[in-house]
C-alpha cells in the first residue's frame, strides 16, 4: 500500500485499510468487501492484501468473479465441480474480484451463480477470509448472480461477518489519463474530483 494515493480519495478510512494488513482479519476468519466505482482502488487493496498475506506464508488464491464462476461450471460438466469447489475453499484468503464485471453464463439446467457463490462462502464462512470487491450496487447482486434469494443470502454472511469499505470516489485511471493528456497537450473531458 505504500503507492496508494490517500490523497486521491480522502474520504477513505485509512486507519481501516491499514487495519488489515496487520492480518488480524485473516487471523479471525473475517471476510472483507470493498465497494465503488471502476478505478477507485478496490482491487488494488485486495491485492497488496494477497501480497502481504504472501510474505507470511499464508495460502492464498485470486480470481476474477466470472473466472471463478466458469471454472466451477467447468466443473459440472466434466465432474470435477466437487474437487475444484474444495480448492476454492482451501486458501487462507480468497479474493474474488470485480463482482458485477463481465458475463456470467449459464443454462437452464445449471445452478445459478449465486448457489455457486453461497455454496463457496458457505463452506469458508468462519473458516477463511474472503475477500470480495464489487463494482455495481448490492442491491444488483441478485440480477447479476441469477437468483436474488441466494445473492440476499450470499450477502447475508458476508454482512455477519465481514468488514465493509465503500470507496466514494472517482477513478484514479481517469485521473491518470488526464495528466497523461495534459502533458501532451491534449484535453478530454472533465473528470470527477475528489
Known amino acids: 500500500m505504500a503507492v496508494f494515493d490517500w490523497d486521491f480519495q480522502p474520504k ?3 486507519r481501516v485499510v491499514e ?4 492480518l488480524s482479519c485473516v487471523e479471525c476468519h473475517e471476510d472483507v468487501l470493498i465497494t465503488g466505482k471502476s478505478g477507485t482502488g478496490k482491487s488494488h487493496i485486495l491485492k497488496a492484501l494477497i501480497l502481504k498475506a504472501c510474505e507470511h506464508e499464508l495460502t492464498v488464491r485470486y480470481a476474477r ?6 471454472d466451477l461450471y467447468a466443473g459440472l460438466a466434466d465432474g470435477s465441480y466437487p474437487r475444484r469447489m474444495k480448492k476454492w475453499c482451501r486458501p487462507s484468503l480468497l479474493v474474488i474480484d470485480d463482482v458485477g464485471l463481465g458475463q456470467l453464463k449459464r443454462r437452464d439446467d445449471e445452478p445459478t451463480a449465486a448457489h455457486m457463490l453461497f455454496t463457496l462462502l458457505d463452506r469458508r464462512h468462519h473458516n477463511a ?6 463494482n ?11 437468483d436474488a ?9 458476508l454482512a455477519a461477518n465481514s468488514i465493509h469499505i465503500d470507496i466514494d470516489g472517482p ?3 481517469q485521473h491518470l489519463a488526464h495528466q497523461r493528456a ?5 484535453e478530454l473531458p472533465a473528470q470527477d474530483t475528489p
Open 129 to 134: 477470509t474472503t475477500g470480495i470487491t464489487s
Open 136 to 146: 455495481i450496487k448490492l442491491s444488483a447482486w441478485g440480477k447479476y448472480l441469477g
Open 12 to 14: 477513505l478510512e485509512r
Open 65 to 70: 468473479c466470472v473466472d471463478l464462476v466458469d
Open 19 to 22: 487495519d488489515l494488513f496487520t
Open 171 to 173: 477513478s484514479y485511471r
Open 149 to 157: 434469494t441466494l445473492a440476499a443470502a450470499v450477502l447475508d454472511r
Open 182 to 186: 495534459k502533458a501532451h497537450g491534449l
